[in-house]
């Protein structure tokens, strides 16, 4: 008995339709993978109570952009690596410029004058007001605005006031607010795990690309 086999149509071609069908399968795969991880990273912030805003500066993209290609690379990252970073490794932040950092409580807002990072003198100008040091020996230290009032949202503001004819009378509601908190250093403990989210999806490539590799072979035209 004596067996034959033979190629029908172009050797040329079938080998370049399965490049293609390639080329698309790790395109593909990559894109799922970085999709994937940028998900899950989301996920890990939102989950860790560190707020959607953080977790939406996470941002994925495929390369070749608007092509496929057997080499096709995603990158992932974040516009706010410097906060990423700190919930990555954890760490201990210490003022650079005194013996205290001043941690804004809810009614100092959230930026001082011209829209800046809200900080002691930036808050002062921004309102008019003076703050007060008070000192506490076994808690943390205040820094406050006396004769202020809360608006609706619990932002402390000028109590200036209303006029009623030639004379200035005095609003009700005046009280000495804390606008600062006065600590040493501030801790923040590791919270995220960047690198084993990678890893992961890192690891899974190769299913992905199995997965989105054509269940039929390529046929080139006979």
């Given at each position: 008995?004596?067996?034959?086999?033979?190629l029908t149509g172009s050797l040329k071609e079938a080998m370049a339709a399965e490049i293609k069908a390639a080329e698309r399968a790790v395109t593909s795969a990559v894109n799922a993978a970085a999709q994937g991880l940028k998900?899950?990273?989301?996920?890990?912030?939102?989950?860790?109570?560190l707020?959607?805003?953080?977790?939406?500066?996470?941002r994925s993209e495929t390369f070749p952009k608007g092509g496929t290609?057997?080499?096709?690379?995603?990158?992932?990252?974040?516009?706010?690596?410097?906060?990423?970073?700190?919930?990555?490794?954890?760490?201990?932040?210490?003022?650079?410029k005194g013996?205290?950092?001043?941690?804004?409580?809810?009614?100092?807002?959230?930026?001082?004058?011209?829209?800046?990072?809200?900080?002691?003198?930036?808050?002062?100008?921004?309102?008019?007001?003076?703050?007060?040091?008070i000192y506490r020996r076994s808690?943390?230290?205040?820094l406050v605005a006396d004769n202020a009032r809360l608006s609706k949202?619990?932002?402390?503001?000028?109590n200036l006031g209303r006029r009623q004819g030639a004379s200035f009378i005095r609003t009700t509601g005046r009280t000495t607010v804390p606008i600062f908190i006065l600590v040493p250093f501030v801790r923040f403990r590791k919270r995220l795990d960047v690198a084993g989210a990678a890893g992961k999806w890192i690891a899974a490539l190769p299913g992905?690309?199995?997965?989105?590799?054509?269940?039929?072979?390529?046929r080139s035209a006979r």
């Open positions: 008995m004596r067996l034959e086999a033979a998900t899950e990273l989301r996920a890990q912030i939102t989950g860790a109570g707020g959607q805003r953080l977790g939406n500066t996470w290609s057997i080499s096709a690379a995603g990158f992932v990252w974040s516009k706010a690596p410097g906060i990423v970073r700190i919930y990555e490794e954890g760490a201990t932040i210490r003022s650079t013996l205290f950092l001043a941690v804004p409580t809810p009614a100092a807002g959230r930026y001082g004058d011209g829209g800046k990072k809200i900080t002691p003198a930036g808050w002062e100008r921004r309102t008019g007001i003076r703050l007060r040091f808690t943390p230290s205040l949202s619990g932002r402390a503001l000028p992905l690309v199995s997965k989105h590799w054509p269940n039929e072979p390529a």
